[in-house]
């Protein structure tokens, strides 16, 4: 495998994560179609979605599973 410059032996259970903050990185083709991405990006909805879910399950048990139950839906 070559990583940079590099060249590093490896055997095929090696697992390679790599992580970037750059929103806009681009991957060439040849790369997106060997991997796996997960995009783990954070936005205001999502967060303000799992706040939501946190404080219902603790405090509101019967809206949780009503909302929960109509999300499957």
């Keep these: 495998m070559q990583v940079g410059d590099k060249e590093i ?4 259970e090696l697992t ?8 806009n990185a681009l991957f ?7 991997v796996t991405f997960v995009n783990f990006t954070v ?6 979605s799992q706040c939501l879910n946190i404080y ?8 949780d599973k009503k909302r929960n139950d109509l999300l499957k839906l």
């Design 43 to 48: 936005t205001p909805s999502s967060l303000m």
């Design 56 to 63: 219902l399950k603790s405090e509101r048990e019967e809206i």
């Design 9 to 12: 032996a490896c055997n095929g």
């Design 28 to 34: 060439t083709p040849d790369l997106c179609s060997r």
């Design 16 to 23: 390679l994560f790599m992580f970037t903050r750059n929103a």
